[in-house]
T-cell receptor, first 111, second 113 residues
Framework: GEDVEQSLFLSVREGDSSVINCTYTDSSSTYLYWYKQEPGAGLQLLTYIFSNMDMKQDQRLTVLLNKKDKHLSLRIADTQTGDSAIYFCAEKPNQGGKLIFGQGTELSVKP | KAGVTQTPRYLIKTRGQQVTLSCSPISGHRSVSWYQQTPGQGLQFLFEYFSETQRNKGNFPGRFSGRQFSNSRSEMNVSTLELGDSALYLC????????????FGQGTRLTVV
């Protein structure tokens, strides 16, 4: 089946690293994504990783994928107050455009 | 390049009415997907269109329908509105149906009273 799980809340201090975790169930997923949603806004695509990769780095963002455990994580280095938002993990289970989203992790960054 | 444009941004409707939401994808993008976001159910896939054809449909009642025009703009319609249809409706656009990157609009906030 298709299911994506995330923890609901994460609180960090400004300047620390944040790690947001996600597990998924569909082993046929081709791509896995991280989106950011700020209050009253749509979803902003942060980064994505192809399922045959282990890691992807993009400036302050590092994505790690453990395909065996179906575990995905997003690390934000030097977290800033502007990073406070809800972060969604999503999987793309087949060749179509449908995305399956997790419940979202609310990241709170304290000064 | 303009992003994904959804209109209107906010809408208030009464139970039993119908509503039409519009989505203009990024120029050159041919695939449009719709999602419903609610606090209880999170983000749920409604349907996906590519080249005016519905390619995929989520698990929603027949009151939810959509279409795509030859210029790739898409509309979704909800008939006989229920209180539970209150949600943020998000549209995503991709270059092709199998494209890696999907870009979302700001959404339409629908409130049913």
């Amino acid at each position: 089946g298709e299911d994506v799980e995330q923890s609901l809340f994460l609180s960090v201090r400004e300047g620390d690293s944040s790690v947001i975790n996600c597990t998924y169930t569909d082993s046929s997923s081709t791509y896995l994504y991280w989106y950011k949603q700020e209050p009253g806004a749509g979803l902003q695509l942060l980064t994505y990783i192809f399922s045959n990769m282990d890691m992807k780095q993009d400036q302050r963002l590092t994505v790690l994928l453990n395909k065996k455990d179906k575990h995905l994580s997003l690390r934000i280095a030097d977290t800033q107050t502007g990073d406070s938002a809800i972060y969604f993990c999503a999987e793309k289970p087949n060749q179509g455009g449908k995305l399956i989203f997790g419940q979202g992790t609310e990241l709170s960054v304290k000064p | 390049k303009a992003g994904v444009t959804q209109t209107p941004r906010y809408l208030i409707k009464t139970r039993g009415q119908q509503v039409t939401l519009s989505c203009s994808p990024i120029s050159g993008h041919r695939s449009v997907s719709w999602y419903q976001q609610t606090p209880g159910q999170g983000l749920q896939f409604l349907f996906e269109y590519f080249s005016e054809t519905q390619r995929n449909k989520g698990n929603f009642p027949g009151r939810f329908s959509g279409r795509q025009f030859s210029n790739s703009r898409s509309e979704m319609n909800v008939s006989t509105l229920e209180l539970g249809d209150s949600a943020l409706y998000l549209c995503a656009s991709s270059l092709q149906a199998t494209n890696t990157e999907a870009f979302f609009g700001q959404g339409t906030r629908l409130t049913v009273v």
